[in-house]
T-cell receptor, first 115, second 115 residues
Framework: DAMVIQNPRYQVTQFGKPVTLSCSQTLNHNVMYWYQQKSSQAPKLLFHYYDKDFNNEADTPDNFQSRRPNTSFCFLDIRSPGLGDAAMYLC??????????????FGPGTRLTVL | AQSVTQLGSHVSVSEGALVLLRCNYSSSVPPYLFWYVQYPNQGLQLLLKYTSAATLVKGINGFEAEFKKSETSFHLTKPSAHMSDAAEYFCAVSDPGGGADGLTFGKGTHLIIQP
């Protein structure tokens, strides 16, 4: 089945220690997104790639970076995690540019704990 | 900027009763609207979406929603609740102007099903 896969499902890191979260897709979609979802809150868009074009949200901290080496994979790098970065990180994909009626398909998420 | 308001962070209904989850949007033009469901420790799954083709939209698992422009609403309903419907429900809006943003989510409504 075509799907969005996130690894690992649970990640524990130490305060200030860089961490990378992984997302892969078999849908061959053009767009990949990263959302941050804190406990009992709505998902918040951090950034997205349309193909190789990177689009950063204005309020995404510089501590968060992303890479998309090919169509299938996208990574979220947190350079110096703080306690406030503990959250569920959701990867999503869509075929077309954001802003239309295209459905976004979500992975199961990676829950990040910062000690 | 667009926004979505979901009235009631928690809604409790009895099994077999009507489910009504409220969503109101704030936008200068009618946006595209989505309802997603999130089960514990999982990603988001699309229930249904409004794309301006029809005001009454039917989705999966017996859910439907009606777009009412005069009320700027897109409430989600299901005639008869099932225990398996217990989950977090998010209303989301997309910019029909083709903006670069992803989805803007409401804060979510936690649906509790009483036996």
């Amino acid at each position: 089945d075509a799907m969005v896969i996130q690894n690992p499902r649970y990640q524990v890191t130490q305060f200030g220690k860089p961490v990378t979260l992984s997302c892969s897709q078999t849908l061959n979609h053009n767009v990949m997104y990263w959302y941050q979802q804190k406990s009992s809150q709505a998902p918040k868009l951090l950034f997205h790639y349309y193909d190789k074009d990177f689009n950063n949200e204005a309020d995404t901290p510089d501590n968060f970076q992303s890479r998309r080496p090919n169509t299938s994979f996208c990574f979220l790098d947190i350079r110096s995690p703080g306690l406030g970065d503990a959250a569920m990180y959701l990867c999503a994909t869509s075929r077309d540019r954001p802003g239309g009626t295209d459905t976004q398909y979500f992975g199961p998420g990676t829950r990040l704990t910062v000690l | 900027a667009q926004s979505v308001t979901q009235l009631g962070s928690h809604v409790s209904v009895s099994e077999g009763a009507l489910v009504l989850l409220r969503c109101n949007y704030s936008s200068s033009v009618p946006p595209y609207l989505f309802w997603y469901v999130q089960y514990p420790n999982q990603g988001l799954q699309l229930l249904l979406k409004y794309t301006s083709a029809a005001t009454l939209v039917k989705g999966i698992n017996g859910f439907e929603a009606e777009f009412k422009k005069s009320e700027t609403s897109f409430h989600l309903t299901k005639p008869s609740a099932h225990m398996s419907d217990a989950a977090e429900y998010f209303c989301a809006v997309s910019d029909p102007g083709g903006g670069a943003d992803g989805l803007t989510f409401g804060k979510g409504t936690h649906l509790i099903i009483q036996p």
